[in-house]
């Protein structure tokens, strides 16, 4: 960022730069160690107890 450029401001509006932090997981076979695609169950068991999670990957 330069000085001619905008500064980024914060939901509340004082005018600070904001980041965004984000977990990511990979859920492996427990005799392989080789990843499996069961994002959507475990979305689903985490729905059921009021997390919502993101499936950005199917």
């Known amino acids: 960022m330069t000085s001619a450029d905008p ?3 914060d939901p509340a509006g004082h005018g ?3 980041i965004g932090v984000e977990e990511e997981f990979i859920l492996v076979d427990l005799t392989t160690g080789h990843p499996v695609s069961r994002n959507r169950e475990v979305a689903a068991a985490a729905s059921r107890r009021g997390v919502h999670l993101d499936l950005e990957l199917t």
Request: charged share 0%; no cysteine; proline share 33%.
């Open 7 to 9: 500064t980024p401001s």
């Open 16 to 18: 600070h730069p904001t």
